[in-house]
């Protein structure tokens, strides 16, 4: 009897069947996998070296852009601000970690978003980390922070730091000893509706007759990108007033500005030049409001002006961020009133019909270093 044998290689249908729901267990199986070692590194994040960074960059740079500086562009243009930096500027060495009060407050302000607008421009990375940056001035019990509330274990770094505050004028007419207001500024035009007050300022005299051999830290510096700008305040309007019709309305119209650059011979200066100004460079405060105005503005009392840092220097940056130290500025406040009254006017003081922002005391109010504690925690 012969037996044949089938070698066509024909597979049963059972075999096929076993075979196909193995490969599609395998295949499950396989994805699950990864799964399994998703919380498993081959490597152990430092969070304490992450913290250490975050706090390097907050507080020994000046963050990117510098001109214009970041923390003057607004909430629509926050997308050209690539890195958060609280520092000075680079170049503040003989005083380290000093910081922009400014760019203090831009930083904890209220319409950044966490984490989103904090994670690429301070901790950086793809890694999603969670994080706390907060800071703590001496003698205050208010500590700004942005960030989570602190889980039991995290990175951390702490910084002793300096914040400088800005300089400031303020100009009362009221106050009678010292002030430079009865020196020079108290000339009053009794049959006049427009009136104005010019703030003058000299910054070839500005950056070089600064304290402390012209230390960054201690220095008036309203033109560079990366500084601080000025505050004038006028107060008490209403005392300067000479009529015999009341009330007086006034109004705060508009602000110009004149610039002049110095002379090749050291002579002196060109003649003051009108340039074109925007809502940008300049932020007005009245009657001790808070909200930024746009002129004109009805005024009662009190006008503050805040000069936004590198937003006046036509010629742009010298190198470095610093402006060009041959500028000459003169910033002019117009006031209309309803009818002819005595009011302030500072046109015919000196120099230059201007109140002279300068590094004396009795007219401004020099910048001061305070003391604060920089902490960063990231886990």
């Not at 000093?98 to 203090?104: F, G, N, Q």
């Not at 402390?212 to 004038?232: C, F, H, K, T």
């Not at 009662?300 to 220097?313: D, E, Q, Y």
Request: one cysteine or more; glycine letters at 8%; a negative charge.
């Amino acid at each position: 009897m012969q037996i044949k044998i089938n070698d066509s290689g024909n597979l049963s249908i059972d075999f096929l069947a076993g075979f196909t729901i193995f490969m599609i267990a395998f295949i499950y199986v396989a994805t699950l996998i990864p799964g399994l070692f998703l919380n498993l590194q081959a490597y152990s994040v430092d969070y304490n070296a992450v913290a250490y960074r975050t706090g390097v960059i907050l507080v020994e740079d000046p963050g990117m852009p510098y001109n214009p500086a970041w923390q003057t562009l607004s909430d629509y243009d926050k997308g050209e601000i690539l890195r958060f930096g609280l520092a000075l500027s680079d170049g503040t060495t003989t005083v380290p970690n000093v910081l922009s009060a400014a760019k203090i407050n831009r930083f904890f302000c209220s319409t950044w978003i966490y984490p989103d607008d904090y994670q690429s421009r301070a901790v950086f990375g793809s890694y999603p980390y969670q994080f706390n940056i907060s800071l703590q001035m001496a003698g205050s019990n208010i500590k700004q922070s942005v960030g989570e509330v602190l889980p039991q274990d995290y990175g951390y770094s702490r910084r002793i730091i300096k914040v400088k505050e800005m300089s400031n004028a303020t100009i009362d007419p009221t106050v009678t000893t010292g002030g430079a207001w009865h020196q020079d500024y108290e000339t009053k035009d009794y049959n006049e509706t427009t009136h104005l007050f010019s703030v003058y300022v000299n910054y070839t005299a500005l950056s070089e007759n600064g304290p402390d051999y012209n230390n960054p830290a201690y220095q008036i510096n309203p033109i560079s990108p990366m500084a601080e700008g000025i505050m004038v305040n006028l107060t008490n309007l209403q005392s300067t007033l000479y009529n015999n019709q009341s009330p007086v309305t006034i109004t705060l119209s508009n602000i110009s500005v004149f610039r002049s650059r110095m002379l090749p011979t050291d002579t002196g200066h060109a003649p003051f030049s009108g340039v074109p100004t925007t809502s940008d460079q300049y932020e007005v405060y009245i009657d001790g409001s808070s909200t930024n105005v746009t002129l004109p503005w009805p005024v009662t009392n009190n006008v503050s002006l805040f000069i936004n840092p590198g937003t006046l220097n036509e010629w742009g940056s010298w190198g470095g961020g610093q402006a060009d130290p041959s500028t000459y500025l003169n910033i002019t406040m117009r006031f209309d009133l309803d009818h002819d009254a005595g009011f302030l006017n500072s046109t015919q003081s000196q120099p230059y019909g201007a109140f002279d922002y300068n590094y004396n005391p009795e007219n401004v109010t020099q910048p001061a270093l305070q003391d604060g504690i920089m902490e960063v925690a990231v886990w």
